[in-house]
Each structure stands twice: as structure tokens, then as C-alpha cells.
């Protein structure tokens, strides 16, 4: 074998090891000879090629120099563009959209090989769900629903909601969603039915057998220990269904779960109208707008300085204002404030509004609008997660399940910026803030905030949450000669240019520290402008 590869390598003759002397030096001679008698012939036959050559080339020098020239050039923008789309650039961000958002695009499509769904008769039984949790835990469990259904070959039934948990909300699914296009979006991968045939129902004996399954299950478990308990009692409930589906599944299903989430859920018509109006009025008071969604802090988030100092709690109103102001957001944004109730109420929220004086929430714009939704917590959520989905730009203080999903659905449908704070290295900045000037707080932050903007780079690895980076239905856009010829050089080139983050001017610094730091009598205290962080 070691014979064979020299061989092939080397591209000469494979001598064999026990040839003696003798015949290897007469070969060579013979060889030397050979090559000698044809020598002048060669050399006549290249001289002649080479002056035809160079008649060619000086008849073409001018095409053939700017054809090279013209090259590269765009070999250098072509490396350029994969150099910024590979987020290794440290140029300004633009705060309100990202700059590499058109090269991306939300792909769910069914591969070619994708089996079609069976036949609710020829399936192998009626999977129920009962979801648990707020809305938007709900809303992962059902999308995992229709994964868990599609393994199993199964039949969906219209899923449950909950009614008993914190939220207290007795609202159905066709409550708060379009029971008929959820049916129908999902009619090529897998049967979903209203409720269980009469047929069936008169034929079990008790209820549905109910089945808990563990959490991050995969698919292999369903196949194990679920689908033979529903071939043979042909109706089966999964309950407290939240997060019971692995999060690494292969690309067919990853997609499936994207069609799910993003495309089969459409909010019923009176709640898409509501969330459109209150969209149409700040639209109507500004170009653009920013979506905030605070968590419900509690007392002991706010008062627990250790887990603050590790980045473990949400930011305060407060400090959600801080960090928006010291990205560059001027303080005539307007914003919509989409949150239940947080520890201190009105009290902890005056010193966002103070910042951003243009602050409204579905109360303040549909006040009359809003009442018949009142007494229903998830279809008040609902109302919110429209206005927070259509905003230029979404903010969020936590890491809970409708910050998750409305990220996710933002890089979807476009990477439309989305802001999530780095509490860790956050949380020690504001703990030192009052001891450095305005102008380095802000360098720090941006610098912080720099992967935590919603930019395509900031993609996760199969183990981040699926819902919150959903990799596998996010493509790259083939890249086109075309697309940079449309581009000036300014837009690859500049990297000094104010896009917005480094927007801080003199009067500006002025009003935030007479806002915000008025009580910071140390900030006269000579400081070390360095951009190393405080804690990491």
C-alpha cells in the first residue's frame, strides 16, 4: 500500500524495491538519450508558441488590463462584505435597524423530500395537549405540539390552555387565536381537528389517558414511550406541555417548528385590530418608535444588591432608560411600555419617564378600546406582543418566554433590532456610574451592548434557546456583484461617521447629567477615561 500511494503521488514509475543496480543505471541512460534526440525539436516548437503569445497579448493589453483591474475590485468588496457580515467589524451600530439585515432572510420552506402528512383516518390516534404557564409559554408548548404530533404521526387536537395557573385567564384557544388558519396553515404537515370524533369519545371507557412527559425530551423518547400507549388506547393527553420537546431537532423539524410559531398563529380579529390602532397611533406621533417590555420585578430582585452585582436580576425601569439614553436615543423618542405589574408601580417607573418623557402603553392610547379585554390577562399579552412585533426597535430587561419569542420572530421576519441588555457587565456599570463622567458611561455601554444588538452574527449555537435564535430558518442571501455596485464606497468605508450610537453631543450630556447624575458631586473628581470594563 505505501508502494501504491508513492505512486500516486509522485506520478512517476513504480520501481520495484529488489531491482538491482544494474538496471536502474542502464534505464536512466536510456532515459538521458531519449530525452537529448528530442530536445531541439521541443525548444523550436515553445520558441514558436511563445512569440504567437506575445502577439496576442500586446493586441490585448488594454482589455486584458482593465479586465483585471475591474476584478479586483470586486474581489476586494467581496471580501470586504464577508468581513462585515462576519461581525468582526467595530464600526458605529445604527441603533434604530441593522446595516446587514437585507442579507438575511426567514426560510421555512418544506424540503424536497419532506413526506406529506398522513390522513387523520390513517393516523395512529388524537394527541391532546394541555398547555401551562402565561401565553407565550403556552404559545412554545403548542409549537412544540405540532413537532411531537408530526413525529408520532399523529392527529392534533386543538390545544388547551390554562386556566389555573398565576394568570388566572379562562380564555380559550379561539379566544386568542384563528382556531380555522391554525387548521388549515398546518394541513401539509400534520391533521389538526377541532376536538376528538364522538366515535372515539363514546368508545373510552374514562378519560383521555394523560401522560406527563419529562422536559427536553427527544423525539426517540415519543417514539419510545408514547407512541404505544397511543396506538393502543388511540387517544392520549400530554399535560403541563411547556418546553417537553428537545431543543436540537434536525432541520426538518426546526422548520416545522418556524412554521408553527411564526406563520399558524394569527391572533383573532379583535385583537389584531386593537394591537394595528395603537400601532397606527404612534406612528401617527412620531416616524418610529421603540416597544420596551419590562418584567414583573419583584421586591426581592430589587433589593438583593448580590444577584444584582452577578447580572441575575432584570434591569430596573430606571436603568432600561439609562442604557437607551447612553446608546444614543434622544429623549423625544416615543415609546410604548408594554408590562404587568411591577414592584413600586408608578413610583419606579417615573424615572424612565423622565428620560423618555413620550411614553405611552395600551391604557394611556385605547383607554375605552381596552375595556372589554380587561378581565383576560393573556389576551391583554396578546395586545402587547403586536405593538412590541411591529416596533423599530424592541427592548426587553429579562430573559422571559415573550422576550424570547418576539426576538426570535423579529430576526425572522428581518433581524429587526432588538435590544437585550448585558445585565452582567451592565449591572456593575451602573453600581459605578455616578463615578465617571456621562461621556465614558456611554462608551461603556455601547461597548457592553456590542453583541447584544440583534444582529445576524449574533446567531447562537444549536445549544441557545430555538425560539429565541431559531438558526435553521434564518438563510444567507446569495452574495451578488450587483449588490455592491449599488453601494458607495462610504458605505463600506466609513467607520467615523455618526450613525447614531456616537450621536452625543455637547447640549445632550448637559441634560442627561442634570436628569440623571444631578447628585453625582464626585463626577468633578479626576477620572481614567479607559474602555475597560468595570466587572466582566
Known amino acids: 500500500m505505501g508502494e501504491l500511494k508513492g505512486w500516486r503521488y509522485s506520478g512517476g514509475t513504480l520501481v520495484v524495491a529488489n531491482n538491482n543496480n544494474n538496471n536502474q543505471r542502464k534505464k536512466v541512460k536510456y532515459n538521458q538519450q531519449y530525452y537529448y534526440r528530442h530536445c531541439c525539436c521541443s525548444w523550436s516548437v515553445v520558441c514558436g508558441l511563445g512569440l504567437f503569445v506575445l ?72 394527541l391532546l395537549i394541555a398547555a401551562s404557564g402565561g401565553l407565550n409559554q403556552q404559545r412554545t408548548g403548542i409549537t412544540d405540539a405540532v413537532v411531537v404530533a408530526r413525529i408520532l404521526n399523529a392527529t392534533l387536537v386543538v390545544p388547551e390552555l390554562d386556566h389555573h395557573s398565576f394568570w388566572k385567564d379562562d380564555s380559550d384557544f379561539a ?57 393502543r388506547r388511540h387517544v392520549v393527553q400530554l399535560t403541563k406541555f411547556d418546553f417537553r420537546l428537545a431543543n436540537d431537532l434536525n432541520e426538518e423539524l426546526q422548520r416545522l417548528r418556524c412554521r408553527a410559531n411564526y406563520h399558524a398563529f394569527r391572533f383573532t380579529k379583535p385583537l389584531q385590530d386593537l394591537g394595528h390602532k395603537l400601532v397606527m397611533k404612534m406612528r401617527s406621533m412620531a416616524k418610529r418608535y421603540i416597544a420596551v417590555h419590562l418584567s414583573a420585578l419583584s421586591m ?40 404587568g405589574e411591577i414592584y413600586g408601580g408608578e413610583e419606579t417607573l417615573q424615572p424612565l419617564k423622565e428620560l423618555f418623557p413620550n411614553f405611552y402603553t395600551k391604557e394611556t392610547l385605547a383607554n375605552q378600546e381596552l375595556q372589554p379585554f380587561l378581565p383576560y390577562s393573556s389576551r391583554l399579552a396578546a ?22 419569542i ?21 449591572s456593575a456599570l451602573f453600581m459605578q456610574r455616578e463615578k465617571m463622567p456621562w461621556t ?97
Open 383 to 404: 395586545i402587547d406582543y403586536i405593538v412590541c412585533e411591529e416596533s423599530d426597535v424592541f427592548v426587553t430587561n429579562n430573559n422571559g418566554n415573550m422576550a424570547k
Open 300 to 339: 426581592e430582585e430589587s433589593l438583593d444588591g448580590e444577584q444584582r452585582r452577578r447580572g441575575k436580576c432584570p434591569l430596573t425601569p430606571h436603568e432600561v432608560g439609562l442604557m437607551l439614553r447612553a446608546l444614543g436615543f434622544d429623549n423625544d423618542t416615543y415609546i410604548f411600555g408594554a408590562f
Open 175 to 231: 379566544n386568542i387565536f384563528d382556531v380555522d388558519w391554525f387548521i388549515s396553515f398546518l394541513a401539509k404537515d400534520i391533521p389538526v381537528v377541532k376536538r376528538v370524533p364522538d366515535k372515539y369519545m363514546r368508545s373510552l371507557e374514562k378519560p383521555p389517558y394523560t401522560m406527563r412527559v419529562p422536559r427536553k425530551s427527544e423525539p426517540q423518547y415519543y417514539l419510545n414511550e408514547v407512541l404505544p400507549t397511543l396506538l
Open 440 to 536: 465614558t458611561f456611554c462608551s461603556k455601554v455601547k461597548s457592553a451592548q456590542r453583541g447584544f444588538m440583534g444582529e445576524p452574527d449574533e446567531i447562537k449555537s444549536r445549544r441557545a434557546d430555538f425560539h429565541e435564535y431559531p438558526a435553521s430558518c434564518i438563510c444567507k442571501k446569495p452574495f451578488k456583484v450587483s449588490d455592491l455596485d449599488n453601494q458607495t464606497d462610504s458605505e463600506y468605508g466609513r467607520m467615523e461617521e455618526d450613525q447614531g450610537v456616537n450621536s452625543t453631543t455637547q447640549t445632550h450630556e448637559i441634560v442627561i447629567n442634570e436628569v440623571v447624575m444631578s447628585d453625582a458631586s464626585s463626577s468633578s473628581r479626576e477620572e481614567k477615561e479607559d474602555d475597560v470594563f468595570l466587572a466582566d
Open 55 to 126: 502577439g496576442l497579448i500586446s493586441l490585448f493589453t488594454g482589455h486584458v488590463a482593465s479586465n483585471l483591474e475591474w476584478y479586483s475590485q470586486k474581489l476586494a468588496k467581496h471580501r470586504l462584505w464577508y468581513y462585515k457580515v462576519g461581525g468582526f467589524g467595530h464600526g458605529p451600530i445604527d441603533i434604530w435597524k441593522s446595516e446587514f439585515s437585507k442579507l438575511y432572510y426567514g426560510c421555512s420552506e418544506r424540503g424536497p423530500h419532506y413526506a406529506p402528512p398522513v390522513h387523520e383516518s390513517l393516523s395512529n390516534g388524537y
Open 406 to 426: 418576539i426576538a426570535g420572530q423579529r430576526r425572522y421576519m428581518g433581524h429587526k433590532r432588538t435590544i437585550r441588555p448585558n445585565a452582567r457587565k451592565l
